[in-house]
């Protein structure tokens, strides 16, 4: 799937936790070697008690996220993507602590997501260690922009990358 994925033109695959902790360990392994760490983002849902959630089972299933993103960093994931459960959608700010402990344990980078409500949100993320931010919220229930929190985020000295440019839709020849 994850090939097929790429040759369609995606840039990189997500793998959560949907069938499994290690069910995703051996997708990001699988993909990883196939394919190369930069093909791979590892999302994994955090709890507000610090472990990693799996909604598929309702429950947490790994008591500590910090280890767990360390396991699949170890096996090949090329990113994570670290969600917080407890604050996506409140538009409270990202779990700065998390984001400081998954990003000092990890040698890859780190997506923070779930909280932002404000661009200086998104500056807080990155200024914890956060390589980039994925929001939703602030744009869909208040005027930012996602060019609001790449302005904010470039004004506090941190590198922006600039949208790609809109493509084309295919003519109906």
């Known amino acids: 799937d994850a090939r097929a994925l790429l040759a369609a033109g995606a840039d990189k695959v997500a793998v959560g936790i949907g069938r499994g902790r290690e069910a995703q360990v ?68 990202y779990d700065l602590d998390t984001i400081r402990a998954v990003v000092a344990s990890v040698d890859v980078p780190v997506v923070a997501h779930g909280g932002a409500g404000d661009p200086s949100h998104a500056v807080e993320a990155v200024q914890a260690g956060a390589h980039a931010v994925a929001a939703a919220s602030v744009f869909l229930f208040t005027e930012h922009r996602p060019a609001d929190l790449r302005a904010r985020i470039g004004a506090a000295g941190f590198p922006v990358r600039e949208p790609a440019a809109p493509v084309a839709a295919p003519s109906a020849a």
């Open 26 to 93: 051996e997708a990001i392994a699988d993909i990883a070697s196939a394919l190369g760490a930069q093909a791979v983002i590892a999302a994994v849902d955090v709890a507000a008690c610090g472990g990693v959630y799996d909604y598929a089972e309702r429950r947490v299933v790994a008591p500590d996220a910090v280890r767990y993103c360390q396991s699949l960093a170890a096996v090949g994931a090329g990113e994570i993507l670290l969600t917080s459960i407890a604050r996506e959608g409140t538009r409270r700010g």
